[in-house]
Each structure stands twice: as C-alpha cells, then as structure tokens.
C-alpha cells in the first residue's frame, strides 16, 4: 500500500490555519511573508501556496500589490452566513436522528457529559473543542458528503467568530442546555425536533455574537 504524505503547502496552510483559529494571526493583521518563511524555515513557494489555498477558504485576503491579510467577519458576514448553516446542520440532525446506531448515540452521550463537566468548571476553550466536536460527529452521523463539504467551508469562517458567543452573560449555561435539547431528540430518533433543535441551537449563536457586538461597540461610545 502506497502512502501518500501531505505536500509541504498542505503543511504550511494547516499550520497557518491553526494559528488564526488561535489568535496568533489576528483578523486584519498584515501576513509578512519574509517573516513567515524564517520562522517556519521555508521558501516563499510553499507558502505562496498555502495562502492560495487559504485565501480560496475565505480565511485571508489578497490586495493586489499589497499582499495578504487575514479575513475579518463582519456583522453582515454573520448575518448571511448564519441562517445558511442553520438550515444545514438542521438538515445534518435531522438525518442523523435516523441513521444513528445505539453504539453511536452511547458515544455521543459520553461527549455530551463532558460538555457538561467543562460548562460547570467555566472552562471555555475545553467546552468549545467539545462542542465542536459534537457538531464534527452529527455531521458525521448524516452521512451526506454535499452537507460535510458546504458546512465544512462555512464553519472554517465561522470559527473566527464563534469562540465570542461564549463569553456572553449565560451563553455557556445556555449552549448546554440546547446541545442537550439536540442530543435528547436524537436519542429519541425524533428526526423533526433534532433538526428544529440543531436550528434553534445555531441562531442563538448568533444572537449572543449580536449582543456582544453591540456591548463592544457601546464601550466605544461611552
């Protein structure tokens, strides 16, 4: 059997990807590609690479002349993007409420009481990994490639923003308590309520980005 490695672009684009989910590339910061080629003690063609294919993802701009950046989200960003992945990952709980084994739904359950224990202790980043893992296994449980392939572009986006929404006034208590809402129609194969639960769930999200946005933007003012 034949292995194929990743090329070394591949590489340089998932580090790269890693460093904006994290914060280290801030949004709008300027990519310095001298910078980036010492640090990561490569040349500017694999990297030139990877900025192509992480500008084709949506996590960068490239300005003529200038370079590239990393993509901000914007408010209308959200707002466009939000009511779409609704509906997809509605769709996504919706089929996985019937296409999941006891075994599968025993393994989501163990997910779920981990979410739990991270909500209690406020642990933020370990309930957002958690959490997005849950979202990465109904996804799964569909079993609808076109659906992982759309969502999958869009949650790339949208993991620049999402972290926030948990840092608003009860958002972790709420979170949980919607994920549960997901989990308890799925394990009920009631395929209606999982999806009107997964949609419920992913507007919320938005809500609670709104909130914070106008939270931030009312410091300004005052």
């Keep these: ?14 580090t790269l990807r890693e460093e904006i989910f994290a914060g280290a590339l801030a949004p709008g910061s300027f990519v310095d590609e001298a910078a980036v080629c010492e640090r990561l003690s490569i040349s ?7 900025l192509k294919v992480l500008t084709a993802e949506g996590l960068l701009r490239h300005e003529p002349r ?30 996985a409420a019937r296409n999941a084994s006891d075994a599968e739904l ?17 642990r ?3 309930y957002y990994a958690t959490n997005f893992a ?36 009860g958002r972790l208590e709420q979170s949980l308590s919607e994920h549960l809402a997901v989990f ?5 194969r009631d395929s209606d309520g999982a999806e009107a639960a997964m949609r419920t769930h992913l ?9 914070i946005a106008l939270q931030q933007k009312a410091k300004l003012i005052s």
């Design 1 to 14: 059997m034949r292995i194929v490695h990743n090329s070394l672009h591949d590489e340089v684009a998932a």
């Design 134 to 169: 849950i979202h990465e296994a109904i996804i799964m449980l569909a079993d609808n490639r076109w659906l992982a392939q759309v969502i999958g572009d869009l949650r790339k986006i949208l993991k620049l923003a999402r972290l926030q929404q948990l840092h608003a006034p």
């Design 203 to 211: 507007n919320r999200q938005r809500e609670a980005l709104r909130a």
């Design 66 to 95: 200038r370079g590239c950046f990393v993509a901000e989200v914007t408010q209308r960003d959200l707002d466009d993007i939000f009511p779409v992945i609704a509906l997809l990952e509605g769709r996504c709980a919706w089929q």
């Design 106 to 122: 025993l393994a989501l359950e163990a997910m779920h009481d981990k979410l739990a224990k991270h909500a209690r202790a406020k």
């Design 44 to 50: 500017r063609t694999p990297l030139r690479e990877a």
């Design 184 to 188: 308890a129609a799925l394990k009920a």
């Design 124 to 126: 933020i980043n370990e």
